[in-house]
Every structure is written in C-alpha cells, then in structure tokens.
C-alpha cells in the first residue's frame, strides 16, 4: 500500500499536465538590454516586461560606463514609469561608438518601492575586434 501511494505521489510529481502551469509560469518582472550593432557604433536600449496582472508604478535606475583609450566616461538616468499587464516599455536608450580595446558596463534597475524587483548588467571587452 505504500508503495502505491508512493507511485501514485510520483506520478503526480512528473507529470507535466498536473503541474505544468507552475513550471511554466514566467517570471513577474523582467528587465533586460537588447543590443543591436549599427554602423555608426552599438545601440543598447533598456525594457522592462510586467508578466504580473497588475498595472503597476515602478522606477528604474541604469548606469553606463565606458573606458578606452580616449578615456572614460560614465552617465546614469532613471525615473517613473507605469507598466500595464502584459506590457513592454522601452525605457532608455543609449549608443556607444565603441573603439577596439574599450570596455563597457550596464547596469539596469528597476524598483519598486525600496525594493529591485527586476535587474540586468552586462559587461562586456572589445578587444581586438
């Protein structure tokens, strides 16, 4: 008998079709930077996705920094934004004309309240391309 309910607490377990929903359920808040190569440098624009069913205010904080041979620069922006369910925004866009050898680091936030409830960052080197 136990090892009926042990199958039976097993098979329940595996199969998808009890517990897929749960599986498969994305992420609340995703905030991400798409990249896209240009011929005049490399474009990064900033988006948050709001997977929740509710229709939220949210801040978002993202840092830039670049260092080359010309140098280093850094910059930072944010502010409030809505999101409806379901909705993607674009928040910032940035552009980068970068040289061989810089290097670069983003960092996106976003908040709600004290709290991030979603973050991204990357870094990345260019040498010798």
Do not use: C
């Amino acid at each position: 008998m136990i090892l009926i309910i042990l199958l039976t607490i097993t098979m329940f377990i595996a199969n998808p079709s009890t517990n897929s929903q749960q599986e498969l359920k994305p992420d609340k808040y995703i905030a991400d930077i798409e990249i896209e190569k240009m011929s005049s440098g490399t474009k990064f624009q900033a988006v948050f996705q709001n997977n929740s069913s509710d229709w939220v205010k949210f801040v978002y904080r993202i840092s830039i920094i670049q260092r080359g041979i010309s140098g280093h620069n850094s910059s930072s922006e944010g502010g409030l934004f809505e999101a409806a369910p379901g909705e993607k925004i674009p928040l910032s866009q940035v552009n980068l004309n970068l040289q061989n050898n810089d290097t670069y680091s983003i960092t996106l936030e976003v908040f709600y309240g004290q709290e991030v409830i979603a973050e991204k960052a990357i870094r990345s080197s260019l040498q010798n391309k």
